[in-house]
Each structure stands twice: as C-alpha cells, then as structure tokens.
C-alpha cells in the first residue's frame, strides 16, 4: 500500500505565509512526478504546482511568483511554500504522486486526502 499525508494546512490572513508537506510511505520503488492540486468549493479540482523526479517545476499562472515547490528524494516528500496568500487560495489543497511500487510496474497516481487551507480577508 502507499500513503500520501498532508500537513500544514490552516488558517492565515490575507498576505500571510504557509508550508504544506507532504509525505508518501509505503511500498515504493521509485517516484517521478509529485505536485499539488487544490479545489474550491464549487470549483474543479486544479493543478497548482508540480515537479519531475529532476527537479523541473511548472506552476499555475495564479501563483508563479508566490508559491514555490520543492522535493526532499530521499524522504519522499514533497512541499510547497505559499506566501502573500489571497483569499481567492482558500482551497483544500491535494498532494498528488506518479510512482511505481516495483520495477515492472507501470507508474500509477496516488493522491492524499487533502489539507484545507483558509485565507481570511
């Protein structure tokens, strides 16, 4: 089995800062892509950030310049650092992975269950 567990989620003001983490445990061989995805009420659920095995990041246009992704390899964990937060961020937000859980599988997409954030104005 694999996990993904979020943290970091909560309650800021308008033009604050937070962290979300996310850790992916289990039966892993190797993961390539990880990223967050984050829905708000009403809305579909949409890419915010990810980043390749390599480092390589892309970013949605509505948070390039105050939202940053990175990835600890070694601890399989991924993160993503959220500054001059708007209330429009107000979402929860989804750790996604692309991984394979033995060399002859093919790569699958685990998700967590996700980690509400809330900017209030």
């Known amino acids: 089995q694999v996990q993904l567990v979020e943290s970091g989620g909560g309650l800021v003001q308008n033009g604050g800062s937070l962290r979300l983490s996310c850790a992916a445990s289990?039966?892993?061989?190797?993961?390539?892509?990880m990223g967050w995805y984050r829905q708000a009420a009403g809305k579909q659920r949409e890419l915010v950030a990810s980043?390749?095995?390599?480092?390589?990041?892309n970013y949605a246009d509505s948070v390039k310049g105050r939202f940053t992704i990175s990835r600890d390899n070694a601890e399989n964990t991924v993160y993503l650092r959220m500054n001059s937060l708007k209330p429009e961020d107000t979402a929860v937000y989804y750790c996604?992975?692309?991984?394979?859980?033995?060399?002859?599988?093919?790569?699958?997409?685990?998700w967590g269950k996700g980690t509400l954030v809330t900017v209030s104005s």
């Open positions: 980043i390749s095995s390599g480092g390589d990041t």
């Open positions: 289990g039966t892993i061989f190797r993961i390539n892509a």
């Open positions: 996604n992975a692309h991984l394979t859980r033995n060399w002859f599988e093919a790569a699958m997409a685990y």
